[in-house]
């Protein structure tokens, strides 16, 4: 692992540092597991390995840089240790962070220290104070979600809205969503198949055999038989 950059480039690294009294965390781009990240040798690097590098020099690229702090933002060296997958997954094991001990959502206070969005508004403009804010699992990373937002769309017209983002890439696109807005609630917005509630809007003819986007072939359906008709489909 050489060096490609000037005696400089240790310098442009620790310039992405924020150092606290106990983590220093990177202030960079972040991947989307939330670890720092910075081109190295023309290839995307975690940061917490090169600053293991920068530190320590070269080592076994087959091993893994763990956290002692359990901080992916924190590149402090004397934070981060060597290992393999076992000995992160028992370090995962003996820290509670495995299984129903990984769903618990940081406090607000905690996601505050890490958070990758430093914004202090959501995109609409409402601010993410702790009252205003809900922390979630989304993929592989907490996220922060706006509580008046989603108010907010709890209260909108929930068929126009799943029927909005579901109708994608067809010609005269108002007037198919319309229609088959018009469909669900003529139907008494309930599943077309069982008379159960409506979750989800279901193909009749299957996508994959040509089944179009359309009044005819689209139909309120519950999630149960939605998931039915996918296993019959296949």
């Known amino acids: 692992m050489a060096n490609q950059y000037t005696k400089e480039w240790p310098k ?25 990240s910075i081109r190295y040798e023309n290839k995307a690097r975690k940061a917490h390995r090169i600053s293991y590098l920068l530190e320590y020099g070269a080592f076994d690229e087959r091993l893994r840089v763990l956290h002692s702090c359990d901080n992916p933002t924190c590149v402090r060296p004397d934070h981060l240790f060597l290992g393999t997958q076992g000995d992160n997954m028992r370090d995962m094991v003996l820290k509670g ?97 069982c008379d159960g509630p409506f979750e989800c809007l279901d193909h009749y003819i299957p996508k994959k055999a040509g089944g179009p986007i359309s009044t005819e072939n689209i139909n309120p359906s519950c999630n149960d038989c939605n998931q039915e008709r996918k296993s019959l489909k296949k």
């Open 97 to 193: 962070r495995h299984g129903a001990g990984s769903s618990n959502p940081p406090t607000f206070e905690e996601y505050n220290k890490t958070k990758r969005n430093k914004r202090d508004v959501c995109r609409r403009g409402h601010p993410f104070s702790k009252e205003n804010t809900r922390i979630k699992r989304i993929k592989n990373r907490w996220a922060r979600l706006c509580r008046t937002c989603e108010t907010n769309t709890a209260k909108r017209d929930i068929v126009q809205y799943k029927v909005n983002g579901f109708v994608r890439g067809v010609e005269n696109r108002k007037q198919v969503v319309q229609e088959i807005v018009d469909k669900i609630k003529s139907n008494g917005v309930r599943c077309w198949y």
């Open 12 to 36: 442009r690294f620790w310039d992405k540092v924020r150092k606290t009294d106990e983590c220093w965390n990177w202030v960079g781009c972040l991947n989307d597991d939330g670890y720092g």
